[in-house]
């Protein structure tokens, strides 16, 4: 049996200038409780990393973005995805 929502563990949030961040990033099961809060860390850093940035400079704030946020996200999801599998039948 699957997840009742799309929960997926991101491998990426950068691709040249396209950066995705909170719930676009990592859609999180609800019953983490861990969404929104995860989403204000990911535009906080986003943020950090692009204001310490020139223009010639961006594509390496958005790596230095995705080397923070990353592994947290993908954590959020895994959480997620064994809280809501602890609630399944079993097969």
Known sequence: MGTPIAEYVPDRLVRGRTVLAGNA???PSPMTGRGFGTSLDDAAA????LRD???NSAPGALADYEAERLAPAQGLVL???A???SFAPSA
């Open 25 to 27: 990033a990592h859609v």
């Open 46 to 49: 986003l943020a950090h990393h």
């Open 53 to 55: 940035a020139d223009g």
């Open 79 to 81: 959480s997620g995805q």
């Open 83 to 85: 809280f809501t599998r």
